[in-house]
């Protein structure tokens, strides 16, 4: 009696649980690199500066027949900009922008995916960056899904979104024409 | 020759000491005023360009200054240095000579941390040397900034020690380094 009450138990948790987690799980491939996170901004109206951060980690929940129980999760190790630039990546890591020593980390958590068709979504998501959190949407597309050569699964996406810096309260003024960020994600997730 | 000249510092101390001091007090304040530079101001490029060519020009000075020093002995203490004088002095100018060469090794790393060489007056590149480490630019900006400030610090209480033996003292401490 005993042990059926607790198989009972066990088949509702897994009917549960598997009604949550009805797609499948990826874990962002950062352990062979096969992901970037870039930034974009216009200098002085005249060219782009591009700057990456390298270190970051997440994971994505992908449901092929129904998207919209997707959800994605990125957690950006702020210190980790890069912009090829010694004493710029000093500055931006300073207080006069991201501040990294005060707010280590950036995170992304989406709230809602909406598909747009042919592999297209929008992810809205809570972005929370130099202590400020704000909804942001992603343009997300979906570049393929197939096995990899060494036994795993793949699914890989690219996705954009553009912020203004003054949402998340960093004014140091770089002129008119520098007031937003692109920032650009490629990511390939294995399937857990 | 009398007492007097030989115990005077020897004229390439003295010219060292006077060079690097001015270099020294240059720098912390370019180093300080650049930093609150904004965007769009003219200086915004010229003046990093500046502080690092002019420290570059110090740390040869500075090399001079440290090689000399081994040759040519500074001159005995004074009969009226007290004992206690003389051990504080020692500390400080130790502390001075330890600041000001962490505060050069450390700016060189700041500039050099992307691997690329520094460019001194826009006319020859001092080539990098070694990546220490990871995140360089910001270990050795941290240091070099803190160090700038205690340095300062330590050249105030020189100064006063300097012009105490001047004005209160009245000896001949200050006028044997002039
Ligand atoms: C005794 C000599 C020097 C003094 C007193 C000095 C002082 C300073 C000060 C006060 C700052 C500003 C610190 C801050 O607020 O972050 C600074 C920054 C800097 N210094 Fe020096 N400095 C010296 C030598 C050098 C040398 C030899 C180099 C390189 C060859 C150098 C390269 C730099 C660089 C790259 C910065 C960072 C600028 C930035 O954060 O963008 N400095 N220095
Ligand atoms: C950046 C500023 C300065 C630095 C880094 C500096 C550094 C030093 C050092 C390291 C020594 C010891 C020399 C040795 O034993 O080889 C020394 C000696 C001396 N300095 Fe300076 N100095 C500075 C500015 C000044 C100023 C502004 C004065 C005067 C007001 C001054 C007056 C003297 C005197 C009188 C001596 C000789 C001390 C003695 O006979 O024991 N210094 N300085």
Known sequence: MKIKLRTALAAIALTLSSSLWAGEQYKIDTKGMHAAIEFKIK?????????????????????????????????????????????????????????????????????????????????????????????????????????????????????????????????????????????????????? | MNIETISKWSLSSRVLHWLSAFFIFGLFILGVWMRTLDYYNPWYQQAPDLHKSFGILLISIMIVRLVLRFFTPPPPHLDTHKPWEINIAKVVHWALYLGVILILITGYLIATSENRPIEVFETFNIPVLIQAFDEQEDIAGFIHEWAAYTLMAFVGLHMAGALKHHFIDKDKTLKRML
């Open chain 1, 43 to 192: 200098h002085l109206g005249i060219s782009w500066l591009k700057g990456n951060f390298n270190d970051f980690s997440g994971e994505f929940n992908f449901d092929e027949k129904n998207p919209a129980a997707s959800n994605v999760s990125v957690s950006i190790n702020t210190a980790s900009l890069d912009s090829n630039h010694g004493e710029r990546d000093k500055h931006l890591r300073g207080d006069d922008f991201l501040d990294v020593k005060t707010f280590p980390k950036a995170i992304f958590k989406s709230t809602k995916v909406v598909s747009t068709g042919n592999g297209e979504a929008k992810i809205h998501g809570d972005l929370t960056l130099h202590g400020v959190t704000r909804n942001i949407v992603i343009d997300a597309k979906q570049i393929g899904a197939g096995n990899d050569p060494w036994g795993g699964f793949r699914r890989g996406f690219e996705g954009s979104t553009t912020i203004s810096l003054h949402d998340f309260n960093i004014n140091f003024n770089l002129g008119p024409a520098s007031k937003e960020v692109i920032l650009n994600l490629y990511v390939e997730g294995i399937r857990k």
